[in-house]
């Protein structure tokens, strides 16, 4: 889309490959992201594995305006996230006092190591305190780090949802009551008529009944409704 | 997991992407396969862009064992699936009589450049016949394609599920009435006394209340029960 700000997903968990857990946060995110006019463009899921995730985040993060990554950010062996983070952007990671602190006396951690482990962060990285939460979530350059909880995501990208607004996308859908081969030459003539315009065409089947819904997405309104009356009487409908 | 057959999974659509369509494909692949003892190590969504779609699959083809793509199968201008994976995979498209034979007479398509198109595959590739199916799915190298629409994914990947049984993976969990915190140092412990068992720590969160369930992963059954004794020792339960 024209102008549109871009995005990518590297949602990490072994237990979202295996099938044990069902991910939450890909349709959470992908849909308030496009509401907020941001186009993600890849979504990558990765294991719990320190080189894969920093390669993962390589092949994105210098080729879309915002990086949101989910998961590993807890305290146990398999999350390495803020590590990977680091490796990633070439960053060093360093101590922060103020996270130690926070970990002592929220979650009444001792000294010792793991307590220093998991005051490590990104040379350079933001602590960012959304309003009445005791923790902060890390932002490190373009890359904002959530845990893997579907309702914390929600609340911390509530949070930074202003950070992100682009342009808005304008959207309209056809339903019609035939299957895609029967309107492909009429959609194939719109689509060829508005290059700005975003067509698509999903087809449902439903007992045993084949329909479908095109969509036409742009960032000029008038285009998406030029487009659709265009649709409509080549349709007929 | 040692020995494991490896598979990515690659999610094209726009739909997904921009959260019209909330993904239902990777749960039930992740799912099936890893009961099948598949290793899925990587999934990524692409939208309906043919370079993204190649470069999408030449980045997971050669390190895996398996490839699934959905999506992108239909005869709209938005389905660049296969052209894509013949581009990837340095082949041809060639032309399948068999196939534009099929679109005539599953789906009366009369001659011209839309059935054309729609009958070209990758050079070398199977034209697999499940059981029943009128429509063939291909099958190009070490990539499996199928459709967006989950119930069809459901009935072809059945189909084919045999083809990619590995060696069975064992999976104990352990439900806490502790925080991962809490749970931290007997957990790094048996960790690393069983290097051969992949151990997962999942947080849940409910009415305030934070427990943790830990999973115990291995393809040899007596080290997820020596190692699941181990930790209840230590942890007391």
């Keep these: ?3 549109c700000p871009t995005a990518a997903l590297v949602i990490i968990g072994q237990e979202l490959l295996s099938g044990k857990v069902k991910d939450e946060n890909v349709g959470y995110l992908t849909q308030q992201l496009y509401a907020l006019g941001v186009e993600v463009k890849r979504v990558l899921f990765v294991c719990d594995d320190e080189g894969d995730i920093v390669e993962a985040l390589r092949w994105v993060v210098d080729r879309h305006d915002h990086v949101f ?8 062996h398999d999350d390495v996230t803020v590590a990977a983070v680091a490796q990633a952007l070439d960053r060093r990671l360093v101590h922060s006092p103020s996270l ?7 979650y009444g951690l001792q000294s010792g190591p793991e307590r220093f482990r998991l005051s490590r962060i990104p040379e350079g990285a933001e602590l960012f305190y959304p309003e009445g939460a005791r923790y902060p979530q890390l932002i ?3 890359v904002f780090l959530f845990p893997g909880v579907p309702a914390i995501v929600r609340s911390k990208f509530e949070a930074l949802a202003d950070r992100f607004r682009g342009t808005p996308i304008f959207t309209e859908f056809l339903d019609l009551d035939r299957t895609e081969l029967e309107i492909l030459a009429p959609l194939t003539a719109v689509v060829e008529t508005y290059p700005r315009v975003r067509f698509g065409s999903y ?9 479908v819904r095109l969509t036409l997405d742009a960032t000029d309104e008038a285009h998406v409704r030029e487009a659709l009356e265009l649709l409509q009487r080549l349709l007929k409908v």
């Design 1 to 3: 889309m024209v102008n």
């Design 69 to 76: 990554t989910t998961g590993g950010m807890g305290p146990t």
């Design 100 to 106: 130690e602190r926070l970990l002592e006396t929220l």
């Design 140 to 142: 490190v350059g373009n």
């Design 203 to 211: 087809p449902r089947y439903e007992g045993g009944k084949e329909t």
